[in-house]
């Protein structure tokens, strides 16, 4: 006995009569193809309004409440004002209109944003949109290629998995590079498939293209999908093996010049007449590239970075937690990215199971099937394991790249498997990915103490009940079946669905953000990241009462192995709570033991490593010192630390220098630079101690920043003397200000009341 033949609104892309009830393997499994409703068959009615719902649903879950996180990262917000007022500041990426340094990244993400604000004026929605609009832009072109092979009901359940994504709701709105790069990546891989379904050469070359602009958005990432993309290319492309070398070294050249025109310019132009490199201690975009943000970020010697490096004595990770395959699944990142991580990898086996006899790529649909198998899944595989064991800086939200190639491999693997769910082996894959599912979300929801604790036991129960469901469907009929899938879906998205809502309802701000709640043996919570307080201390510092290089002892660099990290001075940690029970010193001078790194923002996503993750309060007396003749001058004031200039540069729309860039150890400027500087009149104000935490209330404590001014310790690498060397100078020279909580010098006026001394 076999079921009719679906009708075109059918929800799921069943082909002909499906397998006999009897539990017995198919002897030719078959994947969805043309009359499944792919590229070249006609639509099924249904299919158009549900499309356009999961678009409007993801607007609607990526604007909602955007503008509550203000300017969310400020120092990419900083070079967005920047970029929104000066040209040069917009094409070479420059943390400040005066164009004294750049960010510590190509600039192409930087430009939607500047262009937002060239047009609708400075704000955090503003600066926001652009990044929600590329959350839609992903799951339009994850659905465009998940669709043309696997049809509608595939495309929807892919789409749907990537928007309720946790980490995805907390980076498209969010203004860090990494949403644009996830577009670029997804973009890439729909090129080639598309290259692949007939050998098209002009598809492979835009995957070239797109490879490109995502290098100029963040450099050697773009670069990981690489190999197993082009491998599968030219194994599998319905073409002669010439042929397909020769497109492969065409779309090499595409990517060669979308990403390599930029860099040329920044590498010909006089080094003298452009921004200093930031992140680099050469100047050179190349050392960047290859050094803090290439190679360094996999074994750890990332000079000039505060918190990276391998760790002393193996165990890998240095201060960014521990290395090894079960990274993604730990407490700080399980939950950004991993709810449906362990049913994509199932799906991923079995997709290539099921096709591993079909031929070339465009010879058939199951060859097809197969290609898209492989792409997708070396893509997620290849950078799964480069985030697992790279030992220099790891963020959580890193983890965004991942999730179009878990939502694809999941909405594949689901069609494909409904189709043959008739067959005793189809069915019991099913039917376990769903439980598994579950029961990881259960185990998932248990992290956060007190969240939601009905939620885990509903997901659970209802995803085991809807596994037994789709075990039972075939002999119960359709229509039954279709209804334990709903719930089996319902139970698999339920968990993300909440970490999405609880991301959305709150705000985020700072350099490292998490999605959903707070998390047992975490970071996560409120997009704080790394701030001190509430029992958090920074990735690799010993708990308290460590024996060793602990902050109760004090070092001169605050870090733990003395020297190795030292923290930008005058900002501070949310919370108003300092290290407990000692000193953390600062440039060589310690913080008593009540007293906390101040001027980071408190309350959500505040803080961490005395600001240097974080912004700075700024007072409305600071502000309007700095915009008082600030049009006499090319920088209103010069602080140590791109956050901390970041934030009085937002606060008050003039142009604040950053000493050291982001970490405050590039060596820019130079201290005989700076001296010109002041000596030419083009700095008015240095800002020594920044303001008082916002959220120092929690202890009451005076939220005194550590003596030292706002770098009296930059952090750790070749160039940090300059920043430490430039505020020495300052406070030999200059009379220090307190103005609305912060330490201004008048860089007009030294204390020898002549001329600037040198």
């Not at 075939?474 to 809502?501: D, I, K, T």
């Not at 008082?628 to 200039?645: E, P, R």
């Not at 920043?705 to 300059?722: E, L, N, V, Y």
Request: overall charge positive.
């Amino acid at each position: 006995m076999t079921t009719a033949v679906p009708p075109m609104d059918s929800p799921f892309p069943e082909r002909g009569a499906t397998a006999p009830t009897a539990p017995t393997a198919p002897a030719a499994p078959t994947v969805p193809g043309p009359a499944a409703g792919t590229a070249t068959a006609g639509r099924p009615r249904w299919e158009r309004p549900a499309y356009l719902a999961l678009l409007l649903a993801t607007a609607v879950l990526l604007l909602w409440n955007l503008g509550a996180s203000g300017y969310a990262n400020s120092f990419y917000s900083a070079a967005v004002q920047a970029g929104s007022e000066s040209w040069k500041a917009f094409f070479f990426g420059s943390s400040d209109a005066g164009n004294s340094i750049t960010v510590d990244k190509p600039p192409a993400a930087l430009w939607p944003m500047a262009l937002s604000v060239r047009l609708f004026g400075l704000g955090g929605w503003q600066i926001l949109v652009p990044q929600a609009l590329m959350g839609v832009g992903t799951t339009a072109v994850l659905y465009a290629a998940v669709r043309r092979h696997f049809g509608p009901a595939a495309a929807l359940i892919s789409g749907t998995v990537f928007a309720l994504t946790p980490v995805a709701a907390l980076m498209f709105r969010f203004n860090n590079p990494d949403a644009l790069l996830t577009l670029l990546l997804t973009v890439t891989v729909y090129c080639v498939l598309r290259a692949l379904d007939g050998a098209y050469t002009k598809w492979l070359v835009w995957a070239g293209v797109a490879v490109g602009f995502a290098f100029l958005t963040k450099t050697l990432q773009a670069f990981v999908i690489l190999p197993p993309l082009a491998l599968v290319y030219a194994v599998c492309a319905p073409t002669g093996l010439r042929r397909r070398l020769g497109q492969l070294l065409l779309a090499g050249a595409a990517m060669v010049v979308a990403g390599g025109w930029w860099v040329a310019i920044v590498e010909l132009w006089p080094a003298s007449s452009r921004p200093y490199i930031g992140g680099s201690q050469n100047n050179s975009f190349l050392e960047l590239t290859l050094g803090y943000n290439g190679l360094g970020r996999i074994n750890g010697d990332e000079t000039g970075s505060v918190g990276g490096g391998a760790r002393p004595g193996g165990g890998g990770g240095g201060g960014w937690g521990e290395t090894g395959i079960d990274r993604l699944f730990s407490a700080n990142i399980g939950g950004q990215i991993s709810w449906l991580l362990p049913a994509a990898l199932v799906m991923l086996v079995t997709g290539l199971v099921v096709t591993w006899r079909a031929r070339r790529a465009a010879d058939s649909l199951e060859g097809m099937a197969r290609a898209a198998f492989l792409v997708w899944g070396g893509a997620l595989l290849i950078t799964a394991l480069v985030f697992s064991y790279m030992q220099g800086i790891f963020h959580e939200y890193y983890t965004v790249a991942l999730a179009p190639f878990v939502a694809a491999l999941v909405g594949m693997g689901v069609a494909m498997l409904w189709e043959e769910r008739g067959a005793t082996a189809a069915a019991l894959t099913l039917s376990g990915t769903l439980a598994l599912t579950a029961w990881w979300s259960y185990v998932l929801l248990g992290r956060s103490t007190g969240y939601l604790p009905w939620l885990r036991w509903t997901v659970l129960v209802a995803g085991l009940v809807a596994a037994a469901g789709l075990l039972a469907g075939a002999r119960l009929g359709r229509r039954f079946a279709l209804g334990a899938a709903g719930l089996g879906l319902a139970a698999a998205l339920a968990g993300p669905l909440a970490y999405c809502l609880t991301t959305v309802d709150s705000t985020r701000g700072g350099s490292i953000v998490t999605a959903g709640p707070a998390v047992s043996g975490g970071r996560g919570g409120m997009g704080m990241g790394m701030r001190f307080g509430g029992g958090e201390l920074p990735p690799g510092m010993p708990p308290q009462g460590a024996q060793q290089g602990g902050p109760q002892q004090g070092q001169q660099g605050g870090g733990p192995q003395g020297g190795s990290r030292q923290f930008p001075g005058g900002q501070g940690a949310a919370g108003g709570q300092g290290f407990p029970g000692g000193q953390g010193a600062v440039g060589g001078r310690g913080a008593r033991g009540t007293e906390n790194f101040a001027g980071g923002p408190g309350g959500p996503g505040g803080g961490g490593f005395g600001g240097l993750l974080g912004g700075t309060k700024v007072s409305t007396q600071a502000t309007a010192a700095l915009r008082k003749d600030a049009g006499k001058y090319t920088w209103a004031a010069a602080a140590v630390g791109a956050q901390n200039a970041a934030s009085y540069q937002l606060a008050s729309g003039e142009p604040v220098m950053p000493i050291g860039g982001f970490n405050g150890s590039d060596p820019s400027p130079t201290l005989a630079r700076f001296q010109e500087y002041v000596r030419s009149g083009k700095i008015h104000y240095f800002i020594g101690e920044g303001a008082r935490a916002a959220g120092e209330g929690q202890t009451g404590q005076a939220g005194q920043s550590a003596r030292g001014g706002a770098g009296g310790g930059p952090g750790g690498g070749p160039g940090g003397g300059t920043s430490s060397a430039i505020t020495s100078w300052i406070q030999a020279n200059y009379r220090a200000t307190t103005i609305g909580g912060a330490t201004l010098y008048d860089l007009t006026a030294p204390l020898n009341g002549t001329s600037a001394p040198s």
